[in-house]
Nanobody
Framework: QVQLVESGGGSVQAGGSLRLSCAASRRTFSTYGMGWFRQAPGKEREIVAAISWSGTSTYYADSVKGRFTISRDNAKNTVYLQMNSLRPEDAAGYYC????????????????????WGQGTQVTVSS
């Protein structure tokens, strides 16, 4: 079992930045792909960004490319999401997730492949 704890959410004006962090309790954190998802009221949960277990491969949703950066520090069991140039449409609950299978050869992007979820952190963007 693994516990994921997100932090860093808050309220910002459009154009501002936030950095989300997700701390994992698992000793083998470094062997699992990680992802950030978001869910706005009335909408389905969607993947925002993902990173391979090694950190060498990343994925971004088209809506955040060039603005968001996912990274990980395996020594600290932590994954980050740097969010710049925030827009009102980025407002949502943001969730960190860990893939179920270790050492995936590709970046994990399918929601069902993530078996562990954090409790979420809220991001509000005002125009």
């Amino acid at each position: 079992q693994v516990q994921l704890v997100e932090s860093g959410g808050g309220s910002v004006q459009a154009g501002g930045s936030l950095r989300l962090s997700c701390a994992a309790s698992r000793r083998t954190f470094s062997t699992y792909g990680m992802g950030w998802f978001r869910q706005a009221p009335g909408k389905e949960r969607e993947i925002v960004a993902a990173i391979s277990w090694s950190g060498t491969s990343t994925y971004y949703a088209d809506s955040v490319k060039g603005r968001f950066t996912i990274s990980r520090d395996n020594a600290k069991n932590t994954v980050y999401l740097q969010m710049n140039s925030l827009r009102p449409e980025d407002a949502a609950g943001y969730y960190c997730a860990a893939a179920t299978t270790p050492f995936a050869t590709v970046v994990v992007t399918a929601t069902p492949a993530y078996g562990y979820w954090g409790q979420g952190t809220q991001v509000t963007v005002s125009s």
